[in-house]
């Protein structure tokens, strides 16, 4: 066989945004030596979860703008004046006056991300890439066969099929630990339709962000309705007597709320080089210090973006910077300051004026994905413990929609939020619902809730989680693990932390998920990287790519692994 004609057989598994990523990056790579199959569990591809039934109803909306979404093969600008009219119809899209600015229904989005499929596909045919779509299967299990240079996908109910490169993009997952063994206890809202409930009692709610405001919106218009005033307020209106919801959080506080961005595709050239990371790890026996990453891709940007706040910040560590900004958050009543920063948001959207700390933020969150996997053991912890709260308050980007019927809700006596601190515990009853467990005042607290929802987002699932169980049995993939730069510490962080073991004379903290390589290849026990198997899958590699980024991630690493597939 000559093998500069030999088509290279590529599998990817999940069609959601992912999945479509990685098939816009192979399909635009001038590379027709492609063999194409997908992989979807639903009947559609495109909208993954977020964007489907799965994950949304017609109250849900998008965070994003159409100027904030990579380009995939044309803006959704473009894509509405060829849309079918029933679309833009059923979602009240004018094409005409389309706002490239404005959030959209995320169910339309689904629609968008699913024709952006269909266009790729004609353009591989095009290139002469032949693409075979699978929907409505289960892939059961991959198994990697390294002695022919391939790897096995087993679909329920069909033959295994053989492939060069799998490339796994199952998205997003909630696992059910209690949800239909306990009555009106939910693992997560997804799908909205299961909470779409009449009820005439408290619901509790453990979380505070995105996820916590999707239930929010279902509950509400099950329960009651919003309307706009002549003065140009917003209200709720409760139609079923004893309905109320209560959020809990560790620190008691909404999230933080849209604004306009300066750069509306966060900085991605701005964040430090690769050669600057290694660099830094040749010079810090290995390890990258987040402090460094601090400095370097948070602290100096306000340099010449932000002089005054930069004079505020410059000789604060991390530490002490998250401080400053969680206790002039926290000293303020949750309402009151979701008001204040709606109003903020307000101003900046209308001056087209960012609010260049939260923006750096969420550059500074994104950036992590790539040198987390550089951290020592220590500096993760203090990344999860310290600055990833505030980075999940800060970049949750609320829509200003999202925010009037947050307060209206609240000026209906409707909804509130609790702080339950670090130490508060869910137990989920058997007669129903849950008692929430937590301290006020330094006094134990219970709560019992008839209804309860797990609302705290996609969570970073374990090693044992990982769905294709061949790869562990096998040890085609390993746990991932961070080494302690202080041997001191670790030994003692072992005396009451399960998740930390000892390996020669090296203290190693498991992370969660599986272990990958900066392209997003699976590696194994001995460090090494298979060249066969990638994962784009985000619940399963938390440990080592800490945020989640939804489309931003998506086209980042699409590149990543299309740059090691040519190669």
């Not at 990453?293 to 973006?305: A, L, R």
């Amino acid at each position: 066989m000559d093998t500069k004609t030999a088509k290279k057989k590529i599998a990817i598994i999940g069609g959601g945004p992912s999945g479509l990523f990685m098939y816009k990056r192979l399909i635009e790579s001038k590379a027709p030596n492609f063999e194409i199959e997908i992989f979807e569990r639903k009947d559609y591809l495109g909208a993954g979860m977020p964007y489907s039934a799965e994950g949304a109803n017609v109250e849900h909306i998008t965070n994003v703008s159409d100027n904030e979404i990579p380009v995939i093969y044309n803006s959704i600008e473009e894509w509405v004046k060829i849309a079918p009219k029933e679309i833009l119809e059923k979602f009240d899209i004018n094409a005409d006056k389309f706002n490239e600015y404005k959030v959209l229904p995320r169910l339309f989005f689904g629609e968008y991300l699913s024709a952006q499929f269909k266009l790729l596909k004609e353009v591989a045919e095009n290139n002469g890439i032949k693409t075979n779509v699978h929907l409505n299967c289960i892939v059961e299990d991959i198994i990697d066969l390294p002695g022919d240079n391939q790897v096995a996908v087993s679909v329920k109910g069909r033959d295994q099929a053989h492939f060069d490169q799998v490339i796994i993009c199952t998205g997003h997952n909630w696992p059910k630990k209690y949800e239909g063994k306990i009555p009106h206890y939910f693992d997560s809202p997804y799908p909205p339709k299961k909470i779409a409930l009449e009820l005439n009692h408290t619901v509790g709610i453990m979380g505070s962000s995105l996820t916590a405001i999707d239930a929010l919106r279902t509950l509400a218009r099950q329960n009651g309705n919003f309307s706009d005033n002549e003065d140009g307020t917003y209200s709720y209106h409760l139609k079923n007597k004893g309905f109320k919801i209560v959020m809990h959080s560790r620190s008691g506080l909404l999230p933080a709320i849209r604004f306009h961005l300066e750069d509306s595709h966060l900085g991605k050239d701005e964040t430090l080089s690769k050669t600057e990371i290694q660099k830094s790890i040749k010079v810090n026996g290995g390890f990258l210090p987040l402090d460094f990453v601090f400095e370097k891709n948070f602290k100096e940007m306000f340099i010449e973006k932000d002089p005054v706040f930069y004079e505020k910040i410059k000789d604060m560590n991390l530490e002490q910077f998250v401080s400053a900004m969680m206790d002039y958050r926290e000293k303020m009543e949750p309402f009151d300051l979701f008001k204040k920063e709606y109003e903020e948001a307000e101003k900046s959207i209308e001056k087209r004026k960012s609010i260049y700390w939260k923006e750096a933020l969420a550059i500074l969150s994104f950036a992590m994905n790539y040198p987390a996997k550089y951290l020592s053991a220590e500096d993760m912890e203090r990344l999860q413990k310290v600055l990833m709260p505030l980075i999940s308050i800060v970049i949750a980007f609320v829509p200003q929609s999202s925010c009037r019927e947050l307060l209206a809700l609240h000026d209906a006596g409707v909804l509130n939020i609790v702080a339950v601190g670090d130490d508060a515990e869910v137990k989920p009853l058997k007669t129903g619902g849950a008692d929430y467990h937590y301290k006020v005042d330094d006094k134990k607290v219970t709560v019992h809730f008839d209804t309860f929802i797990d609302c705290i987002g996609q969570p970073h699932l374990s090693f044992d989680d990982f769905p294709f169980k061949s790869l562990i049995k096998n040890g085609t993939i390993s746990p991932a693990r961070l080494k302690f730069q202080s041997a001191a510490i670790g030994k003692e962080e072992m005396k009451h932390n399960d998740f930390v073991t000892k390996k020669g004379d090296n203290y190693l903290l498991t992370v969660p998920g599986i272990t990958i390589n900066d392209y997003f290849q699976v590696v194994d026990e001995a460090g090494q990287a298979n060249k066969r198997i990638y994962i784009m899958a985000v619940p399963y590699i938390g440990g080592y790519n800490p945020d989640y980024s939804g489309i931003d991630f998506s086209e980042a690493a699409s590149g990543a692994v299309l740059d090691r597939i040519l190669s």
